[in-house]
């Protein structure tokens, strides 16, 4: 309390606005297969699109009916999470291997340079496919000045700059200056490759007719240096020089989609549709190149990457990956770092090399320049060559290339699908399978596993449902069961492939499959419908309230099956949902359509809760007391508490009262619940007394007959 002791006035506020909030009830989770996208933890998906982008599309080799389930849940919520269950032993990342080499370069000597004259230069070239990457012979001056070791760094020599790029058209051919030497430069090509090529005349004056001999031509294996070592290197006035390729076992820039999956290698489908991921890498100006990941034959991203050192050097534009293997994606999709051999071995060149495009001395290719002196960047017109010139300007070499060898990770054994799908708790508290369906955070309301019939793994998902009591799962008999007799039997463990029943007021089962034509496939398949009955709440949740049943033909109506696998009698669906049986039936009517024609829980015992409506009613009710109350943990246990309690809950559940839900209620909190007893242990108790509403599932008219002298009492 605030401590008032001299005189004035005083506004004190206190928030005692207390309500219940809003929860979503329809939220849906789906457990599945995918060929591609994040595992383990659940994925928020809100379209279908976002759904093919994040995952792929649904594929009859995938096992289950999870991406299935998924577009046909979307129709009906926003809201949903997908656990892609992968096993990590079949596993694997899609991979590509960038391959880089060198730019065709010739250098430029330094007398041409000097202060009684300029050198002008004539250049043009080619792309690694021997296409000519200029649109017309270009020209350039490049004027007179002093460059020498003690002025170089004031006096660049006009168009030599001190990176790649500088005056000169750096979008089709650039020039290195190192001002720690003497004065050369090197004109360098756009392209890297053995096929590439840099064409450069070089002349005394403006009017190009007098050749000048400053150009020497750098190989692969070197400069072309004469014989005698004290000659000018510099002997030559025309020079067509050519890149190199390097060797990607011996150093590639290898690229692994972000997570495992087939759905990353890039392809052609049988329809002649792009899939996959496809790396493209266009030459830019300078030292740089454009890196496109196109996704099923669109481009989804693009980077400019540098081979300098930087920001945008090949190892920090998609990721950084450090030597402690720390990785940081930047994309989406890929994950990328140059590597000391065609698979692994990730070598930050950054680290290694102030310049990698242009030397390399130390790193995973070996390449040095060097003068007598030990110098790096160029030579002086009057040294002596004792040891070849062997700049390397290193870049990504323009190429497209499609990723492979991504594995989906989907067993195909009914215990490793089982171990999967169930999933487990890792030692870092992720959680993957159903597990990862255990979290408040999500608020899912419905969950199932589409397609996937394992007994355990229905087991392990109506489990978490009762661990949690946070949702219904949504489960059915597998395709093909037989007769209704055979799905009764599968419903009490008396079949083959299920040996316990199912009884739980959290679990619901439908049958039989219903045929469904899928656009992905072009044909009519058989769907599971475990995912049409999810499809019947979230309608239920949208036209009508979480506590109505969600069947009959006004909300349990199905509009996009066209048939059922098996059509049933009216015997066979009193005897699906009748004595002690929980199948709830879907049938075909001749005029209203294929409907859900029950809503029992799997619950034997004749209970309120032996129905869907009031299942539901309960996970949305225990949700919201829980985020309404939470904020009393921890106040004084006393009456003013009690009363802000009931303040909170009488209006919420009276609510729900106007809306059909119940049909009266009760909430206690006061002396009679918290007892000296509960006090003491600091325990606060209250009590919520609910009459559930109940469905009109059989109306009975009963028709009498009388004779004519009957009294019937007036209309």
């Not at 809100?46 to 080799?61: D, K």
């Not at 020089?241 to 890039?266: E, Q």
């Not at 481009?299 to 400019?304: I, P, T, V």
């Not at 310049?355 to 320049?369: H, P, R, W």
Request: charged share 15%; proline share 3%; glycine share 10%.
């Amino acid at each position: 309390m605030v401590n008032i002791v001299s005189p004035g006035v005083y506004i004190l506020e206190k928030d005692i606005s207390e309500y219940a909030p809003t929860v979503n009830s329809s939220v849906v989770g789906v457990v599945g297969f995918a060929d591609r996208g994040s595992s383990g933890a659940a994925k928020l998906i809100t379209s279908q699109e976002r759904l093919i982008q994040e995952f792929g599309q649904p594929a009859e080799h995938i096992t289950g009916q999870g991406l299935e389930g998924v577009m046909e849940i979307l129709e009906d919520t926003t809201t949903l999470y997908f656990v892609r269950a992968i096993d990590s032993g079949t596993a694997a990342d899609a991979s590509a291997n960038l391959q880089f080499g060198g730019c065709p370069a010739i250098a430029v000597s330094g007398k041409g340079l000097g202060v009684a004259s300029a050198v002008y230069l004539k250049v043009n070239g080619t792309d690694n496919n021997g296409v000519s990457s200029f649109t017309a012979l270009k020209s350039y001056a490049v004027p007179a000045g002093t460059l020498d070791s003690a002025n170089a760094s004031s006096t660049q020599g006009g168009a030599f700059a001190m990176v790649l790029g500088g005056n000169l058209d750096s979008d089709k051919v650039g020039a290195f200056y190192d001002s720690t030497t003497a004065a050369s430069g090197f004109l360098v090509g756009l392209h890297a490759g053995t096929g590439a090529t840099i064409h450069v005349q070089a002349f005394e004056d403006s009017a190009y007719t007098t050749k000048m001999d400053c150009l020497v031509p750098l190989t692969a294996s070197g400069g072309t240096v004469p014989d005698g070592g004290s000659q000018d290197p510099y002997a030559f006035s025309e020079v067509i020089a050519s890149g190199f390729n390097i060797d990607v076992n011996t150093a590639a820039y290898h690229a692994k989609s972000l997570y495992p999956g087939a759905g990353y290698n890039g392809g052609v489908k049988s329809d002649g549709a792009a899939s996959g991921i496809k790396l493209e890498v266009n030459a830019l100006g300078g030292a740089n190149t454009q890196l496109q990941v196109n996704d099923a034959g669109v481009a989804a991203e693009s980077y400019k990457q540098t081979c300098l050192s930087g920001a945008n050097f090949w190892e920090g534009i998609l990721n950084t990956y450090g030597v402690g293997g720390n990785l940081s994606t930047k994309s989406d999709i890929i994950r990328a770092y140059v590597a000391s051999g065609a698979t692994s071995g990730n070598v930050d060149l950054a680290t290694n090399a102030a310049s990698n495009f242009v030397d390399k001395a130390n790193g995973i290719l070996g390449y040095t320049l060097q003068d007598a002196g030990g110098q790096r960047g160029g030579v002086t017109a009057d040294q002596t060559i004792t040891e070849q010139m062997n700049p390397r300007f290193l870049k990504l070499m323009q190429q497209t290339v499609d990723m492979d060898g991504g594995n989906s990770g989907i067993p195909t054994s009914d215990d490793d699908i089982t171990t999967t799908i169930v999933g487990t708790v890792l030692a870092d508290g992720t959680k993957t399978g159903i597990q990862a369906l255990d979290d408040q955070s999500l608020n899912i309301g419905i969950a199932l596993t589409p397609g996937i019939h394992q007994q355990s793994i229905q087991n392990a998902l109506i489990s978490k449902a009762e661990e949690t009591t946070d949702f219904m799962a949504v489960v059915s008999p597998p395709a093909a069961i037989g007769t209704a007799q055979n799905a009764i039997d599968w419903s009490n463990g008396q079949s083959l492939t299920r040996s316990a029943a199912i009884n739980s007021s959290y679990a619901a089962i439908y049958w039989p499959w219903v045929k469904v034509f899928d656009v992905f496939s072009g044909q009519d398949r058989l769907m599971d419908p475990a995912i049409f009955g999810t499809k019947a709440m979230l309608k239920t949740d949208s036209v009508a309230e979480t506590w109505f049943a969600p069947a009959g033909f006004q909300r349990g109506r199905l509009n996009k099956p066209t048939e059922v696998e098996v059509l049933l009698t009216k015997g066979e669906r009193d005897s699906m949902y009748s004595g002690g049986n929980v199948v709830n039936p879907i049938v075909k009517f001749p005029q209203q359509g294929i409907t859900i024609f029950g809503q029992r829980t799997s619950q034997r015992s004749p209970t309120a809760l032996d129905r869907i409506n009031v299942r539901r009613l309960m996970i949305y009710l225990k949700k919201v007391i829980f985020a309404a109350t939470q904020r009393f943990v921890f106040e004084p246990n006393d009456e003013f508490t009690w009363a802000r309690v009931e303040e909170v809950l009488i209006p919420f559940i009276s609510d729900i009262k106007d809306r059909r839900g119940i049909t009266d209620f009760r909430v206690v909190c006061d002396a009679t619940t918290n007892t000296a007893t509960r006090i003491d242990r600091n325990e606060l108790w209250c009590k919520v007394l609910i009459k559930p509403t109940k469905t009109a599932e059989m109306m009975v008219f009963e028709i009498n007959l009388t004779n004519q002298a009957a009294k019937l009492g007036s209309l």
